[in-house]
């Protein structure tokens, strides 16, 4: 078998891989940059071994040593999607098997592509700045000089500097502070993850930060203004974390704490290992995301997608966890349920990218394209159905588990393909192999487009909010003072969002029909855009400048511009509140709003 190459990474993982990080920031918020220093332990793959290259991005390169002697290196050719590889030079000659600690002193950019820098005004506090990074995908070369790839795994270890008014933390297990032996007006903070990882998984938060327990292994991070509703809605951390167990193993990384972070967040979540960043938006009913997130834990930061064209290994793994910790906490009907919500969002986000787009694929090609440029619903749901059709072909939802059980522990540590992944599904169940080689691989894998297949889930949940839209769809207007708030008091938020998802794909209801108290919700803003309802444009306007979640953000930014009354003025939104925005969101959105030349095909 040929040997796997990464498209988004210049770092040939074939000669040499990193085995550990240590690093040292000094994080200086006047100038939004961070000051660093990281030792490379690099294994050596290959004999007559004397250079090596790592991934940057916008990054100063002071100085480069090997085993402690000065190294030689160039910064090569800034490639759009990859940025710019460092060409180390060793001044000696090593051999397969041997290690060599690659130390580089360095520093970012104020527009680093991995870093969120805020000003006092921008946080809940308003008394001081804060930082966040977001590394996922290809992110880290722009804060640390590394193998940014998801096809190596290595442990970290890391000190930080930051004003002591201010509390650092990372994905790691916490190990200590002292006073800056330096600067007596800074903290030093240390970490230790003891767990091989992959870089994307490096992150860092400075801020103002109080913590509450909510669990034995775990506490809730944020701001003093939001830590308690914090604490409060995440209360049942533990028990989501011990359902897990029970389904796939051992929680590895000791630590399961949840940062709040500030509204610019792009995501619903990140799975950062020990620290689980999350957006203010999941401060209502956010249960499901944080489920998805510890799925994280096994699926995608134990069992790692080797490179980014296989994301659906990471995702859609975690959603079919996802939802058997949700059969567990309610019902098998409560995992069907958010499964007919997920293939709406499948077929919209199909609709929305076309369907003979190559983001459709499952398995997608990454050559010259930025992996943000692809993200979509796509590798999770797609993945998901994918899942659930073999779990019906297989034996149903206990007979399956038991083969991602078996995949989670055989390829612990480990970042596999897509080829990988379906070899030892093919092994696990070697007495179904007729009932395998009947499925559509090719059309699941590599065609665009909705899956070969439909599965058949239960709609019992499902059908009171089918009922009210299809009530809605054939209301006249005599028909009006028929419907009301309490049509939807029996409703649970999750049912609240399936009839709004419905309502989304039929033609747009009567303007008369936008009563009620909705108006925290995306998807009803959009169905009330849709209608061309002028009273929802301010209101949708707030929303996609108070919170920067690319599931909300972006959907409705798109509605706000086919309003071609509004459209002058959502641009003008946008180029106003651009700056504040977190830099892969607002990329991504003004593709959608022809800011930019080029069109995204994302989601």
């Not at 030792?39 to 991934?55: G, I, P």
């Not at 946080?123 to 722009?142: E, M, V, W």
């Not at 398995?363 to 659930?388: C, M, R, T, W």
């Amino acid at each position: 078998m040929a040997a796997v190459t990464d498209s988004c990474s210049f770092s040939s993982f074939s000669k040499c891989i990193t085995k550990h990080l240590n690093l040292c920031y000094h994080v200086d918020f006047d100038s939004h940059v961070l000051k660093g220093r990281v030792a490379l332990t690099v294994e050596v793959l290959e004999d007559k071994f004397s250079t090596l290259t790592l991934d940057t991005r916008d990054l100063k390169i002071f100085k480069v040593t090997a085993n402690g002697q000065e190294a030689k290196f160039a910064l090569g050719v800034l490639d759009a999607v990859k940025g710019t590889p460092l060409e180390i030079s060793l001044p000696f000659e090593l051999s397969r098997g041997q290690h060599v600690i690659v130390e580089v002193t360095y520093e970012t950019s104020p527009k680093a592509s991995a870093l969120q820098w805020f000003a006092p005004e921008q946080t809940a506090g308003k008394k001081h700045p804060y930082l966040f990074s977001q590394c996922q995908a290809i992110h880290c070369r722009a804060m640390v000089p590394c193998q940014d790839t998801p096809s190596v795994k290595h442990t970290y270890y890391a000190q930080v500097s930051v004003p002591r008014e201010l509390v650092a933390l990372m994905s790691a297990v916490r190990d200590g502070q002292e006073v800056d032996p330096e600067d007596s007006n800074r903290t030093i903070f240390r970490f230790r993850q003891t767990v091989p990882m992959p870089s994307y998984l490096i992150a860092i938060v400075v801020g103002a930060l109080e913590y509450r327990k909510v669990g034995p292994r775990s506490s809730v991070w944020s701001e003093k203004e939001l830590v308690d509703l914090a604490a409060f809605e995440f209360s049942e951390t533990e028990s989501m974390l011990r359902i897990a167990e029970d389904l796939v193993g051992p929680y590895v990384w000791q630590q399961y704490d949840i940062l709040v972070l500030p509204p610019s967040f792009p995501y619903g979540g990140m799975e950062n290992p020990c620290l689980t960043f999350a957006t203010p938006t999941l401060l209502v009913s956010g249960h499901t995301v944080i489920a998805h997130e510890i799925a994280h834990s096994w699926t995608g930061n134990l069992v790692t997608n080797k490179t980014w064209e296989h994301f659906w290994l990471n995702e859609g793994h975690t959603v079919y966890l996802e939802r058997m910790i949700g059969r567990f906490l309610q019902s098998e009907q409560f995992r069907q349920f958010m499964a007919i919500g997920g293939w709406k969002e499948l077929k919209e986000t199909v609709n929305t990218l076309g369907a003979k787009s190559p983001f459709t694929n499952l398995v997608i090609n990454l050559d010259g394209v930025d992996p943000d440029d692809s993200f979509s619903s796509i590798p999770y749901e797609k993945g998901f159905a994918l899942l659930y059709h073999l779990e019906e072909l297989m034996g149903g939802p206990e007979v399956f588990m038991g083969f991602i059980k078996s995949y989670i522990q055989l390829f612990a540590y480990r970042s596999v393909t897509t080829e990988d992944w379906k070899n030892y599904l093919f092994s696990y169940f070697k007495d179904k192999v007729d009932i395998l080689n009947k499925v559509d691989w090719n059309t699941w894998m590599h065609t665009p487009g909705m899956p070969p297949v439909k599965p058949q889930y239960d709609t019992t949940l499902a059908d009171a909010c089918t009922a009210l839209c299809q009530r809605w769809k054939k209301a006249s207007e005599e028909d009006l003072a028929n419907f009301s708030p309490n049509d939807l008091k029996a409703f649970s938020s999750h049912q609240l969002i399936e009839f709004l998802a419905q309502l989304l794909q039929e033609k747009p209801a009567p303007t008369a029909c936008f009563r009620g108290d909705f108006f925290s919700s995306s998807r009803w803003l959009r169905v009330c855009l849709r209608a061309k309802w002028e009273d929802a444009v301010p209101l949708a306007l707030k929303m996609v400048t108070e919170q920067g979640r690319m599931k909300f953000t972006r959907p409705l930014y798109r509605e706000l511009y086919n309003f071609e009354k509004f459209r002058e003025k959502v641009v003008s939104n946008f180029m106003k509140n651009r700056p504040s925005m977190h830099q892969v969101t607002a990329s991504l959105v003004a593709k959608d709003l022809k800011v930019d030349q080029t069109q995204s095909t994302g989601f």
